[in-house]
């Protein structure tokens, strides 16, 4: 069974002129691939926040969740060094928003829909025999996710042998950690591109698999 967590960072906003979007919407996946691994990566996040974020001596401030852009680099590279021997790949792909057609700046959950199957087409799916358990944060309604499961799926089908299920969550990310280490690392590379700072990045580098610009 192989586990894959997806998250994103950046907006999906496109007005340019009158307020200021991101320039990129990065889109990032870890695969991970077995239990034991997904477990580590789990108490990682959980010692982060107990150790570093929720330290005895500032009981009146609880931080329920790890996020990238409230975490300074120090305690994303003590996140980091609890699993870097852990055996995971980071894929992820980057919309240049300011390239995108007109019709698709009319229609964000079509453009986070599309992001997504096109990320997960570089993702190697065939490392599982048995089952894939695919978890995104919940940002969508329910008609939302109805529409963003039977785009997946209909697009994984020449993907995945047949004969291993598919099961797609959509989760809070406070309540998944796993969700947490994908937004450390999404922020990561959008920021290569949105701010030419690869800082944290480099610490993590030689677990990305796949790093794509889409340029429309």
């Avoid at 992001?115 to 570089?122: K, N």
């Avoid at 048995?130 to 329910?142: A, L, N």
Wanted: proline share 3%.
């Amino acid at each position: 069974m192989i586990y894959l967590y997806l998250d994103e960072s950046g907006d999906l906003g496109f007005d340019f002129v009158n307020k200021k979007p991101s320039k990129y919407f990065t889109v990032c996946i870890i695969l991970i691939k077995n239990q034991s691994d997904k477990k580590i990566i789990d108490r990682a996040v959980k010692r982060t926040l107990r150790n570093k974020l929720n330290p005895t001596s500032k009981s009146k401030r609880y931080v329920e969740e790890l996020k990238a852009i409230s975490t300074n680099l120090q305690i994303k590279k003590y996140f980091y060094n609890q699993i870097k021997d852990v055996d995971f790949e980071i894929y992820s792909m980057s919309l240049n928003k300011i390239r995108v057609f007109q019709e698709l700046v009319d229609n964000k959950p079509r453009v986070y829909n599309w992001i997504a199957r096109l990320l997960l087409e570089r993702v190697n799916l065939d490392q599982s025999k048995v089952r894939i358990s695919f978890t995104i944060d919940k940002s969508k309604s329910v008609q939302g996710i109805k529409e963003f499961n039977s785009y997946i799926r209909s697009h994984l089908e020449s993907e995945i042998n047949p004969k291993v299920p598919l099961d797609i969550y959509h989760k809070d990310s406070k309540e998944i950690k796993c969700l947490q280490a994908v937004d450390l690392f999404a922020w990561g590379i959008r920021r290569k591109y949105e701010n030419r700072d690869s800082s944290w990045l480099n610490n993590y580098k030689n677990k990305v698999k796949f790093d794509g610009v889409y340029l429309p």
